[in-house]
């Protein structure tokens, strides 16, 4: 099971930017399909956004279509989710994941980082 690490949370205005990391714990996540989910306080953890192994592929939730952009480094073990036009609303703990494929990525993912804060102020 692959070992994943994000960084990168914190707190943010409404209309500004941050950016997530995700570092995986070996070279072999260039074979993963990665994520993001977020979970914000009282509700389900929530689908953000995949990338293919090889990014070659991405979706995206509707709430984030447009504002997010997700992206990987396979030669540095790194997975980034840009956030750019932030809400209030996007405030949850965001989450990383990996799984074989996209589909398993985006439902039921097999790896999960420890998640990192966001909070954005309006």
């Known amino acids: 099971q692959i070992q994943l690490v994000e960084s990168g949370g914190g707190l943010g205005q409404a209309g500004g930017s941050l950016r997530l990391s995700c570092a995986a714990s070996r070279r072999t996540s260039s074979i993963y399909a990665m994520g993001w989910f977020r979970q914000a306080p009282w509700k389900e953890r929530e689908f953000v956004a995949a990338?293919?192994?090889?990014?070659?592929?991405?979706s995206y939730a509707n709430s984030v279509k447009g504002r997010f952009t997700i992206s990987r480094v396979n030669d540095e073990n790194t997975m980034y989710l840009q956030m750019n036009s932030l809400k209030p609303e996007d405030t949850a703990v965001y989450y990383c994941?990996?799984?074989?494929?996209?589909?398993?990525?985006?439902?039921?993912?097999?790896?999960w980082g420890q998640g990192t804060q966001v909070t954005v102020s309006s």
């Open positions: 994941a990996a799984g074989g494929t996209m589909r398993v990525v985006s439902t039921t993912p097999e790896s």
């Open positions: 990338i293919a192994w090889n990014g070659a592929a991405t």
